[in-house]
């Protein structure tokens, strides 16, 4: 039998970052993210071969660098953002149900590991954990890989706590009005550009010919947050970004589009990013500056980064309501 009066867990899981903006630790970092079967899908030899051979040695400087444009005082915003989502919604279920609960934050790769935050649930005597992975849409890149790694640590547990996986939200209306109302927000401070970018980090195409769901959730959740905004069609694009090796990626690409767009004469766009529940390497640097300065280069005139949801209490809210409506038969 569980006891009743023990908390229930709440597992949010993210993808992670490195322990500090040098070579070093990114090599840590990105040896670990790479080698992951679900991220890279090469037969491992080539890939041992391709990874060590060339990308450890080329990679960590270039991202350390890039780490280093967006690094705070706090560390890096992925990992602080996470923790501050993490703190907020602990706060807001034990106001809003009569039960304890207890919330860990775990990330796939680097630290706080998803086993160092199981760990404290298991401390804290959770006999009941879902697992929020703070991934919107499911990609086996991203959400799959977060249950292969759970399931690396239960692997070590004689005991299994009572279990609930949350696979995707990515059309969970509450998500979708707390983008659509940063947004609307975002415009009533800083004006509208003529073209509302919905970028969305890609994958390679061919995970997705094999049946990956994540570009179709994508688009979900793109024409859900066009109509909740009565966008009309030529007001928004979905686009991929953050391609990486040489295979082709889920397109329109981002960086190609905002040239594009520039060319032909649209003088301000505006850039928002539903795929990521806080900001991180992807956002900050890709997007606000990199993208950012692509736009102006090809003739754009404004360029506007709408930040991701963070810790914005209708965000809180929405993981909340998503995380009551799975706890049905548990409280
Ligand atoms: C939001 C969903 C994400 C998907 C899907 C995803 C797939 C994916 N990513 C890579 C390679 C890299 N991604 C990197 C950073 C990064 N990726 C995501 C999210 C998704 N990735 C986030 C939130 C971040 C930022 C982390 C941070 O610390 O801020 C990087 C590392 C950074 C760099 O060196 O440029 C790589 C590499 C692949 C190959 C992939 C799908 C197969
Ligand atoms: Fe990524
Ligand atoms: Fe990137």
Not at 35 to 58: A, C, M, Q, T
Request: hydrophobic share 40%; charged share 20%.
């Amino acid at each position: 039998m569980t006891d009743p009066h023990r908390a229930t867990g709440v597992l949010l899981t993210n993808l992670g970052t490195p322990a500090a903006p040098t070579p070093q630790a990114l090599r840590r970092y990105l040896a670990e993210f790479l080698w992951d079967h679900r991220v890279v899908e090469l037969p491992r030899p080539l890939w041992w071969l391709v990874l060590n051979g060339v990308i450890l040695w080329i990679r960590p400087r270039r991202s350390a660098a890039a780490y280093q444009r967006i690094w705070t005082q706090q560390g890096s915003p992925l990992l602080t953002i996470s923790q501050q989502q993490a703190a907020r919604l602990a706060e807001r279920l034990n106001e809003q149900h009569s039960s304890q609960f207890k919330v860990a934050l775990g990330m796939r790769y680097g630290q706080p590991s998803i086993e160092s935050a199981y760990a404290e649930l298991e401390t804290a005597g959770c006999e009941r954990i879902l697992v929020l992975p703070l991934y919107p849409q499911y990609s086996a890149a991203t959400t799959a890989s977060t249950y292969d790694a759970l399931g690396a640590v239960l692997r070590k547990r004689r005991v299994m706590p009572h279990l609930r996986l949350l696979r995707d939200y990515h059309d969970h209306p509450d998500y979708i009005s707390a983008l659509a109302a940063s947004i609307r927000e975002y415009w009533q401070q800083h004006g509208r550009g003529e073209r509302l970018l919905i970028s969305f980090h890609g994958i390679p195409k061919r995970y997705a010919e094999r049946g990956d769901p994540y570009p179709i959730q994508c688009e979900r959740t793109a024409q859900a947050l066009a109509k909740h905004l009565d966008l009309a069609s030529e007001e928004w694009q979905l686009v991929f970004q953050s391609r990486f090796g040489p295979q082709p990626w889920l397109e329109p690409y981002t960086d190609r589009t905002l040239e594009h767009l520039a060319r032909n004469g649209v003088k301000r766009v505006d850039l928002v990013c539903p795929g990521f529940a806080a900001d991180c390497l992807e956002t900050l640097e890709e997007n606000d500056m990199l993208n950012h300065e692509r736009f102006l280069a090809a003739g754009g005139n404004e360029f506007h980064y709408i930040p991701c949801l963070n810790d914005r209490p209708d965000h809180i809210d929405a993981l909340g309501e998503i995380i009551k409506e799975n706890l049905a038969g548990w409280l």
